[in-house]
């Protein structure tokens, strides 16, 4: 047996999704540790201009053009993702198709974007209803992401460095 991290119900372990709120579990480890390792086919043929929140295009990686991102969640490990021209956007939300899933019921399915584009980082929130913060401010539209910056979405907690060389 295993618990719903959205509802908190008693699931049998060979359940795909929980039935009282209908959370899928194909890509929530079994200790609730949401799965971040995005398929590398699915990158690798991503066009990164198409994802990205500027209409200039995007210049070549480099090791400083990238940043590390933190994502904590109460409840669960902290776990790390790299933003950069090849990986150029991340979605967040609790809906399965995102890159990074929350499973708080507060977050939207769709809840907030983080693009890369010409060296620097972007946030949008997608009109979720509890909103996104950037520093203790509420993102409405675009905004480019600060070094340092704190990102906050609901219980979670997102801190955003460059990445080292």
Request: hydrophobic residues 35%; contains cysteine; positive net charge.
């Amino acid at each position: 047996m295993k618990i719903c991290p959205c509802c908190k119900s008693l699931v049998f372990d060979d359940m795909d999704r929980c039935y009282d709120c209908m959370h899928p579990f194909k890509k929530v480890v079994l200790e609730g540790l949401p799965k971040i390792e995005a398929d590398a086919a699915r990158l690798a043929s991503a066009n990164p201009s198409s994802n990205a929140r500027s209409s200039e295009p995007s210049q070549e990686p480099s090791k400083s053009d990238s940043f590390t991102i933190q994502f904590k969640m109460r409840g669960y490990p902290a776990f790390k993702k790299i933003v950069d021209a090849q990986n150029a956007a991340l979605s967040i939300g609790r809906s399965v198709d995102n890159d990074v899933i929350c499973p708080n019921p507060k977050v939207s399915r769709h809840h907030a974007q983080l693009s890369y584009s010409n060296g620097e980082l972007w946030l949008k929130d997608l009109d979720s209803r509890n909103m996104t913060y950037l520093n203790g401010v509420p993102v409405l539209g675009v905004h480019r992401v600060p070094v340092d910056s704190t990102i906050t979405i609901c219980d979670m907690s997102i801190s955003v460095a460059r990445a080292h060389p």
